[in-house]
């Protein structure tokens, strides 16, 4: 089941702008995301590829969502979780997804969520709310290019805090393999990780190895009821 919540807000809404008003409402957001779509589309990387590869239906048939991902031909030294991160030290969040999901139930392996991606994919997208006016999507826009060109200019980029993380991912798989640790503790360690990493980011420098945080075990015991 979902929450009421959403269509209640609709339709107060549609009462309270009018069917033109929240058409024209609408109509921004949407010529908005066909700002950020285009300029996404169209950025170059120095080897004259493609940016992004984009993964959304286009202006037509699509929400006022822009939905893409790095171009998987630069075989680029970061992902789009790792642009995700770096975009936000500017105060903008960029939702970042990885199109992979840990499967307990196959002994905690990385498996692909799509047959035509591999399990360490990622993309990312940009919703359009109707407070992203232009001059802020044109904000967002100059950050991209900032944010990108120092991604680029990292050999490693955020490659050591991905290491730290693999490395930790690979003792819960571990401990769960050798039934020491029950499938549902392992994938609430795991979810536990993923948020203390999140928060500790800028602990892991990049010149830093994979580390093996001691609080492993903590997380199974502080976060498994």
Not at 33 to 61: C, N, T
Not at 101 to 129: H, Q, Y
Not at 170 to 189: F, K, P, W
């Given at each position: ?125 940009i919703v359009v709310k109707s407070n992203l006016t ?6 967002l826009t100059g950050h991209f290019i900032e944010t ?53 980011k800028k602990r892991f420098s990049l010149s830093q ?17």
């Amino acid at each position: 089941s979902r929450p009421a919540s959403g269509p209640f807000v609709q339709f107060y809404k549609m009462l309270r702008l009018g069917e033109e008003g929240y058409k024209s409402k609408v109509a921004n957001q949407m010529n908005v995301a066909h700002y950020l779509r285009e300029f996404i589309r169209d950025l170059k990387h120095p080897s004259g590829k493609p940016r992004f590869q984009m993964l959304d239906g286009g202006g037509s048939v699509c929400l006022p969502v822009v939905a893409a991902r790095l171009n998987p031909e630069l075989d680029l030294a970061y992902n789009d979780i790792d642009l995700q991160h770096a975009i936000s030290e500017s105060h903008w969040y960029v939702s970042g997804y990885s199109l992979g999901f840990e499967n307990f139930m196959n002994g905690g392996i990385m498996e692909p969520l799509f047959n035509d991606v591999d399990a360490t994919a990622t993309m990312f997208r940009i919703v359009v709310k109707s407070n992203l006016t232009r001059s802020l999507a044109e904000d967002l826009t100059g950050h991209f290019i900032e944010t990108l060109t120092v991604l680029d200019s990292m050999e490693e980029g955020y490659a050591s805090m991905r290491s730290a993380k693999a490395a930790v991912q690979q003792d819960v798989v571990e401990l769960a393999q050798a039934e020491q640790m029950t499938v549902r503790q392992a994938a609430v360690a795991s979810v536990a990780l993923g948020k203390w990493m999140g928060k500790r980011k800028k602990r892991f420098s990049l010149s830093q190895g994979p580390q093996r945080p001691s609080m492993l075990k903590a997380f199974s015991a502080a976060h498994v009821c």
